[in-house]
């Protein structure tokens, strides 16, 4: 396949509307030894580059990691000796929020915390969202549109696709006669080929490329991030993380493949998505119904919450303000975007709703339920959702 001769390549500027966080593995779950926090910045520190770059700093590292109290005498010794105005000592860096800085400066000695922080990916020195995590998002929301709409009864749950994938997912294996281990990728199978199984080359998604978006340098900001109890507005779990600041713009490519161009080696599926569609089922998705938990349904979550229902308010504002241009989407993505935002078919109406759905646990499989937590920046503020604007 000649991909610059099969695909039409759309160029995306996106815009953070809520502070937006991926993860990214342990490898980018960091500790003081790996960063510093000076002057309202936090640095991703280089420790080839402070060997090179000191050799005072050099001396005292050997001597201290010889130490039997070397993590805590370490975290000292980064702190003390980084420069921040030498770039070769650090890679990448961040702004902190004051909860951090202080959280920071009290826990700094105190051998029993960690001071871990989650971090975004980095290409280079440039924090990253992955396209894969874009990709995701926006395959949820095409997958949910499928499986909830009628294109017979235009706005109606699709009702025989829905009994039909439910009978798909509980049926036994056919070889081990045990219930299926894997319910989400056999519905996934179903709605997209009407089979309990696919080869990738009937996943119309395998036509659809979306690069990495690379983000501005200092447009990151590291946060608290609380677990909030939406009926008491009480937190007891707390972490740090980088976040997209809201308001940041950055750029990314979509390319889908034109069916026109491709050939029969190409093994096409019987019907490709194209960019049009997938916005309006982004939208469609992000948004919701009447009666189907969509964003709106977040305020539900925060009647006791000012700040994080008023930061909902304006994401509905923004759509209204740009509801006649085509080429304008929003998308939920990444971590902390929340279980209706990350699942499709059937979203419950609201968060006592019952009703058992397709592709997740129904509130009785669980003793605690679901949906009885929000995670906030600050215990105030959701996370995850971006713009996404086609540029001519």
Known sequence: MDYKEVFNNYNIKATAMLPIHVGAGDENLIDPLEYVVKDGW????????????DTDFARWFTTAAENAKAPHLLRRLFRDAFNPSVKEQWIHRSRVSSLFAEHYKNKFD???????VQCLPLSGCRAYIPG???????????????????????GQRNIKLYEKVRR????????????????AHVAEAFILTGKTKMNPDQDPFRFIKISDALL??????????????????KGNIEMYVETVKPGTEFSFTISIASKKRLTPEDKCPAELLDIVEIWNMANEY????????????????YRKNR????????????????????????LRVGRFSHLECMTYSDRPKDIYDKTPYLCMMSK???????????????????LGVMRLEMED
């Open 110 to 116: 105190d051998g029993n915390n960690q001071l871990l």
């Open 364 to 382: 009785d499989t669980h003793e605690k339920g679901w949906g009885k937590t929000r995670n906030l920046v600050e215990g105030k503020i959701p």
């Open 307 to 330: 700040a994080a229902s008023s930061a909902v308010d304006a994401i509905f504002d923004d759509a209204e303000k740009h509801s006649e241009n085509g080429k304008i989407t929003y």
């Open 216 to 233: 501005p340098e200092d447009s990151t900001e590291i946060v608290q991030v609380i677990n909030i109890n939406s009926s008491t507005g």
């Open 132 to 154: 894969s995590s874009i990709k995701g998002a926006l395959r949820t929301a095409v997958l949910d549109c499928l499986a909830t709409k009628d294109k017979n009864n235009k």
């Open 42 to 53: 936090f640095y991703r520190i280089d420790l080839d580059g402070m060997l090179r770059t």
């Open 168 to 183: 798909a997912i509980n049926t036994p294996d056919e070889k081990t006669q045990q219930p299926l281990s894997d319910k």
């Open 286 to 301: 992000l948004f919701g119904e009447p009666g189907n938990l969509g964003l709106e349904a977040e305020k539900h979550y």
